[in-house]
């Protein structure tokens, strides 16, 4: 098989910093001359990513396992381009993926069994940089927005999910960032972990939760 590019995630709590962090290292990247695209979810430009857009908002109401299923949809509308860009050796950097979706969703109650189900078979991530910051953290750098689960008593629920999932998964592919340091320190590390990624890898891509 020849070389494709490597499916970079990056996760983390609210005011990790991660927006960031991400233009961060779609900067480096660039600067290396590597091919990258950056993706965000929710991709809030699609049809279906308006009406999750529209609900994170507080502008309407929807049941716990709809929102789910859209967020969900919300990937699967983009992982075939995910795909295609892998393939053609662009490394693809994604602020939020399926853990986002299964961290947020387990947070409010449902299990997490049936939060991860839609997304089995997604592309997977070959690298997941998890941004950590503890609630007193995120506290002083000025407290969290005005979205619908931008509160401290969420964040500390969607925390303890995170934790779970990172010790459920391989430690290779998930690296957890302490992201209470200053911006460049983060920043640095960041570059560390991901550089020997961004070189291209030969095998397949893999499949999330198979
Ligand atoms: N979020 C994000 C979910 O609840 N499920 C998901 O699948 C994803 C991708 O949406 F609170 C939540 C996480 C966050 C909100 O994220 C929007 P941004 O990064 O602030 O746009």
């Known amino acids: 098989m020849s070389t494709r590019g490597a499916f970079i995630v990056v996760e983390g709590l609210d005011r990790a910093g991660k927006t960031t962090q991400v233009s961060a290292l779609q900067t480096r990247l660039e600067n290396e001359g ?55 050796g662009t490394t693809v950097i994604c602020d939020r993926y399926a853990f986002s979706g299964v961290a947020f969703s387990a947070a409010k109650g449902l299990t997490f069994e049936w939060c991860r189900s839609p997304d089995v078979s997604l592309p997977a991530p070959d690298l997941t940089l998890f941004l950590d910051i503890t609630p007193e953290a995120a506290r002083s750098r000025g407290g969290y927005g005005e979205e619908r689960y931008e509160k401290e008593e969420m964040q500390r629920k969607v925390r303890e999910v995170f934790r779970r999932i990172s010790s459920e998964l391989d430690e290779a592919s998930w690296v957890t960032i302490d992201a209470g340091r200053d911006l460049d320190t983060v920043a640095d590390e960041i570059w560390s972990v991901s550089r020997p990624f961004t070189k291209g890898l030969s095998i397949p891509i893999q499949r999330l939760w198979m």
């Not at 309407?60 to 990937?75: K, P, Q």
């Open 34 to 88: 590597i091919l990258c695209k950056l993706l965000k979810f929710p991709d809030r430009t699609t049809a279906i990513g308006q009406m999750i857009d529209s609900y994170l908002r507080s502008q309407s109401e929807l049941d716990d396992r709809a929102i789910h299923l859209l967020f969900s949809a919300n990937r699967w509308e983009l992982a075939s381009t995910i795909e295609k860009l892998l393939a053609a």
